[in-house]
């Protein structure tokens, strides 16, 4: 039996990416030296979203890793881990992760959204993850933690008029799509 089973380890994320819907980096984070270059990373990116991209799964086994993955509107977030990794912890990370996206970014999670708010994504994956050690797997934690200040946050006597009517706008909208 390999020793890698039997071995603990608080290092159980290989890596974080979020790609476009055309298989293109927005945003990656690898926590060991699988793929030392960017060369490397990119090619494996591009990889894992053909195998990915058509699929209808939530994992996949890719190079030796363990990859949970979840797709939305024309993004793409993966959650990796070793081979011998427990699919369950790697999930809970996904989720949290995409659920924390979500809020901060108000249901809205396309790539549009995702590039105005990138600052608070990457806090959000920070708090998250750091070095491969999973810190925190409550999306409400690691909202609070981000502390994004939304426009609806702000009282809106202090609102510009194109902010209150972004706000309507965006609460009629998911009114709708309920």
């Not at 994320?13 to 819907?21: H, R, Y």
């Not at 081979?83 to 995409?98: D, P, R």
């Amino acid at each position: 039996m390999d020793d890698r089973l039997l071995e603990a380890s608080l290092y159980t994320i290989k890596g974080v990416a979020i790609l476009d819907n055309d298989g293109e980096r927005i945003i990656s984070r690898y926590y060991d030296e699988t793929f030392p270059t960017v060369k490397e990373q990119r090619e494996f990116e591009k990889n894992l979203f053909q195998k990915t991209s058509r699929q209808n799964a939530e994992i996949i086994m890719l190079d030796g890793l363990t990859i949970v993955y979840r797709s939305s509107v024309d993004l793409y977030f993966y959650v990796m881990g070793s081979q011998y990794e427990n699919e369950l912890i790697l999930i809970s990370v996904l989720n949290a992760f995409f659920d924390a996206v979500s809020t901060m970014l108000r249901k809205n999670v396309e790539k549009r959204f995702l590039m105005e708010h990138l600052d608070a994504v990457l806090l959000a994956i920070d708090e998250l993850v750091d070095g491969g050690v999973l810190l925190e797997a409550d999306t409400a934690n690691i909202i609070q933690r981000v502390a994004i200040k939304n426009e609806a946050d702000i009282p809106i006597t202090e609102q510009s008029v194109s902010q209150v009517l972004q706000t309507a706008k965006d609460q009629l909208k998911w009114s709708l799509l309920k």
